[in-house]
């Protein structure tokens, strides 16, 4: 299996397979949302599209980055998320870097979403699926962001079959800018707790995979068939 390593801008073809990754936090949270009951999560492609979809749906749950925000009803923190009730509801989330990157490859025939918390999975998907190759979107940092590209360094890694020891890559993870910066709370709308909910490898049994269904971008958890909750 090839594999490749591209920040957002830096995919310019269509991939037969494309691993978004974002841990910090979009796709921890969007993995959150689906333990907490969500049918899906709605990728949307900006804060006015988010909006306009919680207009036409007013019983869908939009989420953004940042603090707080009329029209909003949460914000991408793992942490002030988990104890919500989602049961049944659709999700509607727009973020700076993990939904832009997921739209980037929309016409991919497979397109994952990932973190660490879905990363066993995640790599499970793939071994099922067996590409000749996987294209690893690393959203943050402009593809240069270490704890996005160590998770998708790891999944690649197990998805390959190899026996990967996780510790070097949640360490590069926790020593990321990004772990710092929530960690000293110096991105609004998060929580200190938020690095080590994103750190808990394979807390969830599923992989999550997006399809456009009509006009937009729709994420729901798959299990693998090799998994233990299959």
Same mark, same amino acid.
């Given at each position: 299996?090839?594999?490749?390593?591209?920040?957002?801008?830096?995919?310019?073809?269509?991939?037969?397979?494309?691993? =978004? +990754?974002?841990?910090?936090? *979009?796709? $921890? #949270?969007? !993995?959150? @949302?689906?333990?907490?009951?969500?049918?899906?999560?709605?990728?949307?492609?900006?804060?006015?599209?988010?909006?306009?979809?919680?207009?036409?749906?007013?019983?869908?749950?939009?989420?953004?980055?940042?603090?707080?925000?009329?029209?909003?009803?949460?914000?991408?923190?793992?942490?002030?998320?988990?104890?919500?009730?989602?049961?049944?509801?659709? =999700? +509607?989330?727009?973020?700076? *870097?993990? $939904? #832009?990157? !997921?739209? @980037?490859?929309?016409?991919?025939?497979?397109?994952?979403?990932?973190?660490?918390?879905?990363?066993?999975?995640?790599?499970?998907?793939?071994?099922?699926r067996a590409p000749r190759e996987v294209t690893f979107v690393v959203t943050g940092g402009s593809g240069r962001a270490e704890e996005d590209l160590a998770c998708a360094e790891y999944i690649a890694g197990r998805a390959g079959g190899d026996a990967v020891n996780a510790g070097p890559y949640l360490r590069r993870a926790a020593a990321s800018r990004s772990a710092a910066e929530l960690t000293q709370g110096v991105r609004e709308g998060s929580s200190p707790e938020d690095v080590a909910l994103c750190l808990e490898l394979d807390r969830f049994p599923f992989a999550m995979a997006a399809t456009v269904e009509g006009s937009l971008m729709v994420l729901r958890q798959v299990t693998p068939t090799d998994s233990p909750s299959a």
């Open positions: 299996m090839r594999t490749y390593f591209p920040g957002i801008a830096e995919v310019t073809d269509v991939p037969d397979v494309a691993v =978004v +990754v974002d841990v910090m936090r *979009a796709y $921890t #949270v969007a !993995a959150w @949302a689906f333990a907490r009951g969500a049918e899906r999560v709605v990728l949307a492609e900006s804060l006015e599209d988010a909006l306009a979809q919680k207009a036409r749906h007013p019983d869908w749950v939009t989420l953004k980055d940042g603090p707080p925000a009329p029209g909003f009803d949460l914000i991408n923190s793992p942490a002030l998320l988990r104890n919500t009730d989602l049961s049944g509801r659709t =999700v +509607v989330q727009k973020t700076t *870097a993990g $939904t #832009v990157g !997921a739209l @980037a490859v929309k016409d991919a025939p497979l397109v994952l979403c990932a973190s660490f918390v879905v990363a066993e999975a995640t790599a499970g998907l793939l071994r099922e």
